[in-house]
Nanobody, 124 residues
Framework: VQLQASGGGLVQAGGSLRLSCAAS????????MGWFRQAPGKEREFVAA????????YYADSVKGRFTISRDNAKNTVYLQMNSLKPEDTAVYYC??????????????????WGQGTQVTVSS
């Protein structure tokens, strides 16, 4: 599975962005997917994850209620809708695929494939 993230950009605090992650290959629907982010000088942190079917999701406490992860298996794409953005959401956002039908979890080592990252900058 090869992953290509897009949709990042510059937005004011309180604004919204939708990230997309397009996957190649016919096995996308068998992978749980996740979004992580990494701010300068900080470790990569978990943001959200979704099961292979899309029926289960899990969020970091810092984004719960503001971000929504979803997927369209017919389009081989996973999305991250980000609302009420804050300056502390500024980071490079990465999508990742884990070889599990369940939600892969919060640990990066659970994910076998990674996209290249897309920059999200939230100004105050």
């Amino acid at each position: 599975v090869q992953l290509q993230a897009s949709g990042g950009g510059l937005v004011q605090a309180g604004g919204s962005l939708r990230l997309s992650c397009a996957a190649s290959g016919r096995t996308f629907s068998t992978y749980g997917m996740g979004w992580f982010r990494q701010a300068p000088g900080k470790e990569r942190e978990f943001v959200a994850a979704i099961s292979a079917s899309g029926g289960s999701t899990y969020y970091a406490d810092s984004v719960k209620g503001r971000f929504t992860i979803s997927r369209d298996n017919a389009k081989n794409t996973v999305y991250l809708q980000m609302n009420s953005l804050k300056p502390e959401d500024t980071a490079v956002y990465y999508c990742a695929a884990g070889p599990y039908r369940v939600v892969p979890g919060t640990i990066p080592e659970r994910y076998s494939h990674w996209g290249q990252g897309t920059q999200v900058t939230v100004s105050s």
